[in-house]
């Protein structure tokens, strides 16, 4: 029997969600022992792998880079989670929206705040141009479930692991959807 | 106090005055002929009425004749009782017509006007039956056609409750939209307790397209007043208001100078024509917003507060204006009451359908080679009215919807032009009767942009009181938004859907209640357009 | 020809009212308040005058400042968020001054079917002006109307107060042209 | 010995009870234990029936009814759970989300909000609509409390507690539809402001973070709602009253 492939993905966010992963503590040994983990920010692989069964999607859709990248795994796993507040709703990555034009943003942060070296920061295709709007993930890709949080607590994280690897839903009522 | 107006003697004066010359010359001055220059047409021939022909020629000017789109209109009466009819009328071609009926007693080929015309030959006018006819600024004219006489009848030989009973035999049901029987908003008035309640006229035209209303009160403003005054005669009324868009000042000067003419004359105030009846009516002007059409609201705004509607019950008739029991009738349903009240209750019940009595007034507009105002018994079909009334559409086109009711009504396809036009046909077919905007739109017309257009109209004038329509019509505009760019994808077509359930259920009032209905119809009869719309899928995501 | 509510920011000029001796003169000394005061007067400051008390101070002063909510809210002794709510809540209270002129186009349902929204369009990009704003010049006001009931005409533009029927965006532009002699 | 107050036979999701004669839906819902939803109500202001949460269906009436606005009547049936229902409640508390900048990781009352509880409840785990992301001007010039109006849902509590309960009516909402706002005064800052008493009952009965007391840190704010029924008890004089009759 093979065992599921299981990937995390970190786009706009914080990486809390990841670290909060890791307070899961020792199940992650029980985690290993269940599940292959093919990508990971805390996995040695470079290429977001074929035939993935679940990946749990952390952060906004902030950037040209987060988009591509949201699409491409989506077309690669069976089923795709928005993993914390960030990638269901937005969360912090998107208080910028009402700022509108992320142009004045970084004119704000790069040449109107800093003391010397001003200048906003252009390197095409190493520094993805930032969207004019920052999106929750299932404004971009089909979203299958959804775990809140910010970040999502360890429990909270374990607990819909499991039921998606054991083929269910994770919960969709009561605490664990609770954001913030 | 001054002796009350002597209907009679004013009457027959009148009518001599009308005989006195061989040719009366009446000037369409309505909004919109006055728009299309009609005071140069009504200064041409009143210069040969004051002039060298002074006496052949009497001129006035007069309410809304109907076919806008051919204005300024004119017409001239012979004293035998001939009419002709002109379209298209400038100040030199008033002069021409004029003089060339006082010269050679005989109609002018050009500008000609054929008044057997489905459009006119089609239609049946009771409340618009002045329109045309009178000068509404004069109450001699209004008099001289039967003005006030049904309030004198009722003051003197009918007790409130004949009058009551001949609009409940009438069946006549509110014309401002939703079709409420009339007669029982009045018997509730009518029971409520307490020395104070109050008759509300609801002029707050709000529906974009719609001027019905507008013309009722501008061309012939005492018929409102009498049918103010035959409603709080038969509630127990003493006071009464007009609530009136301030979009439409002119209706505002007409209906003040009626009211104190009226007053002058002893048609209100204390003691009318002598009996003890008292009555006053208060105009008072809206300030721009559609939601002031919902009852609730209406009063709130009467009072000098936010239009928001509140809840109900208690209702208005419980407890309405300042506290009091009030009932609120719209301007085109109090404009047929006179009419019931001297024709008789079964003379109207006769009229249109029997679950839709009497006429029907619409401003028929859109894509079609006549447009205007017209008046047709309940139950014509939408056909009669596209193609005969209305003559078709314009040159190389073809119908596609017919929009009743505005931003909470629905758009009807062509399978459906053969349905009688009555309020409980046009709920089945997803529209409703609504106040009497009828736009007609042809084969260019996209039809996920006009339910855009009115969920634009709805979210810019949700009053923000409560959070599915404040929010929701945002939503949907956003959606309706996407799906025309051609950028929707299949679940935004899902949301709209749901959402249209959800405001519509769960709106405070009538407006957030009503408000999916432009996007549930077109869903309904051209679901094909918005699927045409569907962005093809992208990344496996639909 | 003027007969809609669009030509409303109109005469300050008007008649003149006597000053009433028996209320405390405005400290800024501006007399127009008298006009005010005399509504006030007929309505004897009813609370529920709100709406024609504005009214009628938007005719006096053409736009609704601070100054003179306040000063109505005042005379008839109301708190002063429920005037601005209430002042907010109507279409038609303006709480700048407008432009030199004011163009009104019609978005009723008819003139929305013949193409109103390309002749909004095309007039605030010619003239760079927002609906429901002045441009940077103060020159032109650009508004939007909620159907004047003159569908026969759809669609209608007003323009300082006078209704032009059947119009077109070329039209439109070239009768501003006209009144405010060309773009700039 | 308690007066005897008339009582009326009502169902409830299939359960009867005895409701008390002119209380509302939502009023005998709560004394029986049963969960209505809601945010606009607040117990001892009027009910405006706004937020739409908490309507129920009632037999044979074709609307839905708002639970704190209708009063009972006897063998009423109502229904406030099923399928239909909750999906419209989730639906507005999704609208509710989508117009305001309701970031709870950062909010002063993340942890004890009655729109986020209400969210929980209602089994909301994303927001489908648009994000609205309006940039209104937070106020923080009042030297006690600070009014951000990204979070404000327009319930009107505070409108409705400050013209009731404390008469000096300080706010109002202003503006109409998706524009809507509440200000205080003229739209001028609350710090400003000649009509405030400073009494901070409106702060008091927020169901947000959308007012807060100054200095209040993420997830510190703690409003008290329940102190609004107990002040209006007090100044009906319910207490001394029934002292009184002893």
């Given amino acids: ?180 | ?542 | 020809m003027s007969d809609t509510a669009l030509e409303a920011g109109a005469s300050a000029s008007g008649s003149r009212h006597t000053v009433d001796p028996g209320r405390p003169e405005h400290p800024s000394g501006d007399d127009r308040f008298a006009l005010v005061d005399t509504h006030l007067r007929r309505v004897h400051d009813a609370q529920d005058q709100l709406i024609e008390t504005l009214h009628v101070a938007q005719d006096v002063f053409g736009f609704l400042s601070d100054d003179v909510l306040l000063y109505v809210a005042r005379a008839l002794r109301l708190p002063p968020s429920m005037v601005y709510g209430v002042a907010t809540f109507y279409h038609l209270f303006t709480f700048e001054p407008p432009g030199e002129h004011t163009c009104t186009v019609c978005t009723g349902t008819a003139c929305f079917v013949k193409g109103a929204d390309d002749i909004v369009a095309d007039v605030a990009t010619a003239h760079g002006v927002h609906v429901g704003d002045t441009s940077a010049d103060g020159r032109l006001t650009l508004r939007t109307a909620r159907c004047l009931g003159s569908c026969g005409l759809a669609p209608v533009v007003v323009l300082d107060g006078v209704v032009h029927g059947h119009q077109s965006p070329s039209g439109a532009l070239a009768l501003l042209d006209g009144e405010l002699g060309g773009v700039r | 010995m308690a007066e005897r107050v008339p009582t009326v036979p009502i169902t409830i999701d299939g359960v009867e009870m005895e409701a008390t004669a002119g209380e509302t839906v939502l009023q005998c819902a709560r004394r029986h234990g049963v969960d209505i939803p809601s945010l606009c109500f607040l117990e001892g202001l009027s009910p405006v029936g706004g937020c739409r949460l908490c309507v129920v269906e009632v037999a044979e009436d074709l609307r839905l009814r708002p639970a704190c606005a209708t009063t009972v009547t006897s063998d009423m049936e109502v229904t406030t759970q099923s399928s239909r229902l909750r999906s419209y409640r989730r639906s507005i508390l999704e609208l509710l989300f989508a117009e305001g900048n309701h970031v709870c990781a950062v909010c002063v009352s993340n942890g004890a909000c009655e729109l986020q509880d209400v969210a929980v409840r209602c089994g909301m785990d994303h927001v489908r609509y648009e994000l609205q992301a309006p940039r209104r001007r937070v106020d923080a010039s009042h030297p006690r409390y600070v009014f951000d109006p990204n979070r404000c849902i327009l319930c009107t509590r505070c409108v409705r507690v400050c013209d009731e309960i404390e008469g000096a009516h300080v706010w109002d909402v202003a503006h109409r539809g998706h524009g809507a706002e509440l200000v205080t005064d003229l739209h001028r800052p609350w710090g400003e402001s000649t009509s405030c008493t400073w009494c901070g009952k409106c702060v008091a009965s927020c169901p947000t973070g959308a007012l807060s007391h100054q200095g209040s840190s993420v997830g510190e704010m703690r409003h008290t709602p329940d102190m609004i029924a107990w002040l209006v008890a007090a100044r009906r004089r319910e207490w001394t009253e029934r002292e009184a009759r002893r």
């Avoid at chain 1, 299958?144 to 994280?157: N, Y």
């Avoid at chain 2, 401002?176 to 609801?202: C, Q, S």
């Avoid at chain 2, 009464?240 to 002058?264: F, H, Q, T």
């Fill in chain 2, 1 to 542: 106090m001054a002796a009350p107006i002597d209907l009679h003697e004013v009457a027959e004066r009148e009518r001599e005055e009308q005989f006195r010359t061989p040719l009366r010359v009446h000037v369409c001055h309505s909004t919109s002929c006055a728009t299309a220059g009609s005071g140069a047409v009504l200064q041409a021939a009143r210069d040969l009425a004051e002039g060298d022909l002074a006496s052949s020629v009497a001129v006035s000017p007069t309410g809304c004749m109907g076919l806008c789109s051919a204005g300024p209109l004119l017409r001239v009466v012979e004293r035998g009782g001939g009419q002709h009819d002109y379209h298209h009328v400038t100040g030199a071609a008033a002069e021409r017509i004029v003089r060339h009926h006082a010269d050679r007693g005989a109609a002018v080929p050009e500008h000609r006007l054929d008044t057997a015309l489905p459009f006119f030959a089609r239609q049946h006018r009771v409340v618009l039956a002045n329109a045309g006819e009178i000068d509404p600024d004069r109450i001699e004219s209004y008099v001289a056609h039967g003005g006030y006489a049904a309030l004198e009848r009722a003051l003197t030989s009918m007790t409130p409750e004949d009058v009551l009973d001949q609009v409940r035999r009438s069946r006549l049901r509110g014309r401002g939209g939703a079709g409420y029987p009339t007669a029982n908003k009045w018997a509730l008035l009518a029971a409520a307790p307490g020395p104070v309640k109050y008759v509300v006229a609801n002029g707050d035209e709000g529906d974009p397209g719609a001027y019905m209303d507008r013309t009722i009160m501008e061309d012939d403003p005492h018929r409102v007043l009498e049918g103010i005054a035959l409603a709080a005669y038969a509630t127990g009324a003493r006071h009464a208001y007009i609530y009136v868009r301030a979009e439409y000042p002119r209706a505002v000067e007409r209906l003040d100078r009626a009211i104190k003419v009226a007053r002058r004359n002893r048609l209100l105030g204390r003691r009318i024509l002598d009996t003890d009846v008292d009555l006053d009516i208060e105009i008072r002007i809206g300030a721009g917003a559609f939601v002031c059409g919902e009852e609730t609201a209406l009063l709130a705004s009467i009072e000098g507060r936010r239009g928001t509607p509140r809840l109900r019950p208690p209702y208005p008739t419980e407890r309405g204006l300042f506290g009091a029991p009030t009932m609120i009738n719209n301007v085109e349903t109090l404009a047929n009451i006179a009419p019931i009240v001297a024709n008789g209750g079964d003379w109207f019940a006769s009229i249109g359908t029997p679950g839709s009595t009497g006429t029907k007034v619409f401003a028929l507009a859109g894509d079609l080679v006549n447009t205007g105002l017209i008046e047709v018994p309940m139950g014509t079909t939408l056909r009669d009215i596209v193609e005969d009334i209305g003559g078709g559409m314009t040159e190389g086109h073809t119908f596609k919807a017919a929009q009743t009711g505005g931003p909470s009504g629905g758009c009807i396809p062509a399978r459906y032009l053969d349905t009688p036009v009555d309020y409980d046909s046009l709920r089945a077919l997803g529209s409703i009767m609504g106040s009497g905007g009828l736009i007609v739109m042809d084969d260019r017309t996209r039809m996920p942009d006009v339910a855009r257009f009115f969920m634009e109209f709805s979210k810019d004038e949700s009053c923000g009181a409560c959070a599915p329509c404040r929010a929701g019509t945002v939503q949907m505009h956003h959606l309706l938004t996407t799906i025309s760019s051609g950028r929707g994808r299949r679940r935004d077509l899902r949301d709209l859907e749901h959402l249209c359930a959800v405001v519509r259920d769960t709106s405070l009032c009538g407006l957030g209640q009503t408000a999916p209905n432009p996007v549930l119809s077109t869903l309904q009869y051209f679901r094909d357009e918005y699927e045409a719309l569907i962005a093809p899928a992208e990344g496996g995501h639909g």
């Fill in chain 1, 1 to 180: 029997m093979t065992r599921p492939r299981l990937a995390t993905v970190w786009l706009g966010g914080c990486s809390g969600c990841h670290m909060s992963l890791l307070d899961t503590d020792e199940w992650l040994f029980e985690l290993a022992a269940a599940a292959d983990l093919v990508y990971s920010p805390i996995v040695d692989v470079k290429e977001f792998p074929h035939d993935v069964d679940v990946c749990l999607v952390e952060g906004a859709v902030a950037n040209e880079d987060n988009l591509e990248f949201a699409r491409l795994v989506r077309e690669r796993s069976a089923i795709v989670v928005s993993f914390g507040d960030c990638a269901v709703s937005g969360n912090v990555t998107a208080m910028r929206n009402p700022l509108g034009d992320p142009e004045g943003i970084l004119r704000r942060v790069y040449v109107d705040a800093p003391d010397r070296d001003a200048q906003v920061p252009h390197a095409p295709g190493i520094v993805p141009l930032l969207l004019a709007q920052v999106r929750p993930l299932h404004q971009v890709i089909d979203v299958d479930a959804f775990v809140p949080g910010c970040p999502a607590p360890a429990g909270r994280i374990r607990e819909a692991i499991e039921a998606l690897l054991a083929g269910r839903r994770p919960p969709t009522t009561g605490e664990s959807i609770r954001f913030g």
